[in-house]
């Protein structure tokens, strides 16, 4: 049985406290992802969003924004942090976005594999975003995946970039990483 976003929205209409992804027509319950990998996430979305909102370069959302793709199956994900430039979304919504980010970010859970997080960031690629990036804790490194060119990985003392997207904005590898109180 294939379901539609209207089922999703259904379901989560029923179910408000679970994070779901509709991918192939099928509706994906998506576990908390743990502490660190979220606190890493949120790290992520503020620095996007402390260098976005001051220059109203556009929209920066956390993992409970969904995007409707434009593909086949009509698939609603939801990527941990992602950034829409202002040109392509005026305004925002209280439904599901009709469009893919321009930038993503997938950070690593503790559950998560790291295939079907590269997969699902090789499907927003093939499907027009710009940038997508997997956050990757126990590495400490981030994978930078853009069409058409090799992955590139960064780590601790590099700086991940979007200059396409977002000239002057760098965020140090090194700053996402939960920090350590003695």
């Not at 698939?75 to 992602?82: E, F, G, Y």
């Not at 998560?112 to 590495?139: H, W």
Request: glycine fraction near 4%.
């Amino acid at each position: 049985m294939n379901l539609t976003v209207q089922d999703l929205k259904h379901f989560q209409g029923q179910h408000p406290d679970h994070r779901l992804e509709l991918v192939d027509g099928t509706i994906v319950i998506m576990s908390p992802s743990g502490f660190e990998s979220d606190e890493i996430a949120a790290e992520i979305v503020a620095q996007l969003r402390n260098w976005v909102r001051p220059r109203k370069l556009g929209r920066v959302t956390a993992s409970s924004a969904g995007f409707k793709l434009p593909n086949v199956t009509s698939d609603t994900r939801a990527p941990d942090a992602s950034f829409v430039k202002a040109s392509r979304m005026q305004r925002t919504t209280e439904d599901f976005a009709n469009l893919v980010p321009d930038l993503i970010f997938e950070v690593r859970s503790k559950t998560d594999s790291l295939d079907a997080l590269r997969a699902k960031i090789r499907q927003f690629l093939e499907l027009g975003t710009t940038v997508g990036a997997l956050v990757d804790y126990r590495t400490e490194t981030i994978e930078v995946y853009r069409n058409q060119a090799e992955t590139i990985t960064l780590h601790n003392g590099d700086r991940f970039t979007a200059p396409e997207l977002l000239p002057g904005w760098e965020m140090e590898v090194s700053s996402i990483w939960s920090p350590e109180f003695d």
